[in-house]
C-alpha cells in the first residue's frame, strides 16, 4: 500500500510540474501579448481606466496591474465582479420578450431545467412552469440546439415563465446599479472593458443598465477574440487581438474557448449578484481553486523574470500566439490533455453542472462528432442528441482509436461553423 501511495504521489507530482511547465510556455507568454496590446491600445487612445471582467479577465488584470505599477503608466488598472448571470437578469426587464434570444440558447447539455435557470427562477418556480408546458417528465433531458431555439414560442405564451423572470429581475437591478456605481462605472473618466469575448454581449449587457441608468457616454471593450458581434452595436466600439468576426478562420479552428476560459480564471467563485454593493458568489471559491491559486502564483513568477531579464523585448505577438496556441488545444498529446483536460468546466450561465473541460468520451460518442454525421444533424436529416465535450481535441487525445482522422473530423467541421457564421454575418450586413 505504502508503494501504491508514493506512486501516486509521484504522478501528482510530475503533473503539477508539467501543468507549470505549460503555464510558463504557453498561457503565460500568451496572456502577456494579449495584455501588451491592451495597454499599448489604451495608451494610444487616451483610455484612463480598464476594467478586467470576472473571471477570465482575473489574470489579465494581474499582469496589467503590475505593468502599470512597474513602467509608471498613467492607467487604472480595476477588476470588475460580473457575469453573464449577474448582468443579464437585471436586464430582461429592460429587453421585455427579446430576452428570449438570451435565454433560449445552445451550449453543452443544456436541459429544460438549465433554461428555466437562466432566467433566474427559483427550482418551483421552473417546476410550475416544466408542468404547464408539459416538460415535467422531460425536466433534465438534454435537448438539442434546435429543441432549446423552438422553446422561445411557448415560453413567450407561458402564463408564468416571463411574469416570473421579470419579478426576479426588477428585484436584481437596484443592488447592480449600486455595485457598478461603487466602482466608478459613472465617473467622469474614459474607460474601457477587457475580456475574453467570444461574442461580445456582456459589453451590450452593461451598456443597457448604464444608460438606463443615466450614463450616456460609450462604453468600449478589449477582446483576446470574438466570434461574433451582438445585433445592432457600434462595431467600432469593439477591439480584438486574436481573432474577429471578419478574420482568423485558422486562428478559430485551432483554439478553444472553452479550455481558454477553465486556464484563464480566478481563485473565487462565480458571482451571481450584489448585496451591500458587494458581489455575491455562486460558490465561495472556484471549483478549480487550487490550480487557480497556483497559477496566479506562476503567473507573479513569470512577470517578474518578464520584468528583469528584458523579455519584454521578446514578447509574443498575436501571429506567434497562435502557433503556441494551434498545437497544445489543436492537437494536444494525451499527457497535455489529462493535465488540463481534468479542469473542470460549466459553459452555462450558472454551476450547478459542470464536467471535465476534456469529457470522457467513447469511441462511438467521438464517431457521433463526425462531420457528415453533424451535417445531418444540422439540417434536420437525422434527430440524435450529441454527447458533447468542451475541449473535443482533449477528449479525442484522451479515446484510443485513430486520433489523425478523428482531429481532422474536428477541424473540418469547426471550418464549417466559422464559415457558416461568415456568411450569415455578410448576408446581415
Known amino acids: 500500500m505504502k508503494q501504491g501511495r508514493e506512486t501516486v504521489t509521484q504522478k501528482r507530482i510530475g503533473q503539477k510540474i508539467a501543468a507549470r511547465e505549460i503555464y510558463?510556455?504557453?498561457?503565460?507568454p500568451a496572456l502577456l501579448g494579449f495584455v501588451e496590446w491592451v495597454l499599448?491600445?489604451?495608451?494610444q487612445r487616451g483610455i484612463k481606466r480598464l476594467y478586467f471582467l470576472a473571471r477570465d479577465g482575473y489574470q489579465m488584470y494581474l499582469a496589467?496591474?503590475?505593468?502599470c505599477k512597474k513602467r509608471d503608466l498613467a492607467i487604472d488598472c480595476r477588476y470588475l465582479y460580473g457575469s453573464r448571470y449577474a448582468w443579464r437578469l437585471p436586464q430582461f426587464a429592460l429587453m421585455g420578450k427579446d430576452c428570449l434570444d438570451m435565454i433560449c440558447r445552445g451550449g453543452i447539455d443544456v436541459t429544460f431545467e438549465k433554461v428555466m435557470k437562466r432566467g433566474g427562477l427559483t427550482n418551483e418556480e421552473a417546476k410550475a412552469v416544466a408542468e404547464e408546458l408539459g416538460y415535467a417528465n422531460d425536466y433534465k433531458r438534454i435537448l438539442?440546439?434546435?429543441?432549446?431555439?423552438q422553446l422561445k414560442k411557448p415560453l413567450a405564451e407561458s402564463n408564468r415563465f416571463l411574469p416570473f423572470v421579470y419579478a426576479h429581475s426588477k428585484g436584481t437591478y437596484e443592488t447592480t446599479i449600486e455595485y457598478l456605481c461603487r466602482e466608478g462605472l459613472f465617473d467622469d473618466v474614459k474607460y474601457a472593458l477587457v475580456d475574453s469575448g467570444w461574442t461580445g454581449s456582456l459589453q451590450q449587457t452593461l451598456t443597457q443598465l448604464l444608460h438606463y441608468a443615466g450614463y450616456e457616454k460609450k462604453l468600449e471593450g478589449f477582446y483576446f477574440g470574438l466570434y461574433e458581434l451582438p445585433v445592432g452595436i457600434n462595431e467600432e466600439s469593439y477591439h480584438t487581438y486574436y481573432f474577429g468576426p471578419n478574420y482568423g478562420l485558422k486562428r478559430k479552428v485551432y483554439f478553444s474557448n472553452c479550455l481558454y476560459e477553465a486556464v484563464y480564471s480566478a481563485p473565487h467563485g462565480m458571482t451571481v449578484g450584489y448585496e451591500?454593493?458587494?458581489?455575491?458568489?455562486?460558490?465561495e471559491h472556484n471549483l478549480n481553486q487550487t490550480r487557480m491559486e497556483q497559477e496566479a502564483e506562476w503567473l507573479k513568477e513569470y512577470l517578474e523574470s518578464y520584468s528583469l531579464n528584458g523579455l519584454q523585448?521578446?514578447?509574443?505577438?498575436?501571429?506567434q500566439t497562435y502557433q503556441l496556441l494551434k498545437r497544445f488545444m489543436g492537437n494536444p498529446t494525451p499527457e497535455e490533455a489529462e493535465i488540463y483536460g481534468s479542469l473542470l468546466f460549466s459553459d452555462d450561465v450558472t454551476e450547478e453542472h459542470t464536467q471535465r473541460v476534456a469529457a470522457g468520451l467513447t469511441k462511438t460518442e467521438i464517431?457521433?462528432?463526425y462531420v457528415w454525421n453533424r451535417i445531418l444533424i444540422m439540417l434536420g436529416k437525422k434527430k440524435q442528441v450529441l454527447k458533447d465535450s468542451a475541449w473535443i481535441e482533449g477528449s479525442v487525445a484522451l479515446t484510443?482509436?485513430?486520433?489523425?482522422w478523428q482531429m481532422v473530423n474536428v477541424r473540418w467541421y469547426k471550418y464549417l461553423i466559422y464559415l457558416r457564421k461568415w456568411l450569415k454575418r455578410g448576408k446581415k450586413r
Request: with cysteine; aromatic share 12%; glycine share 4%.
Open 24 to 28: 510558463n510556455n504557453i498561457f503565460a
Open 40 to 43: 499599448q491600445e489604451a495608451k
Open 64 to 67: 496589467a496591474d503590475f505593468l
Open 144 to 149: 438539442s440546439y434546435s429543441e432549446v431555439v
Open 276 to 283: 451591500a454593493g458587494c458581489p455575491v458568489f455562486f460558490n
Open 313 to 319: 523585448n521578446k514578447r509574443v505577438d498575436a501571429d
Open 367 to 369: 464517431k457521433s462528432q
Open 400 to 404: 484510443e482509436g485513430r486520433h489523425a
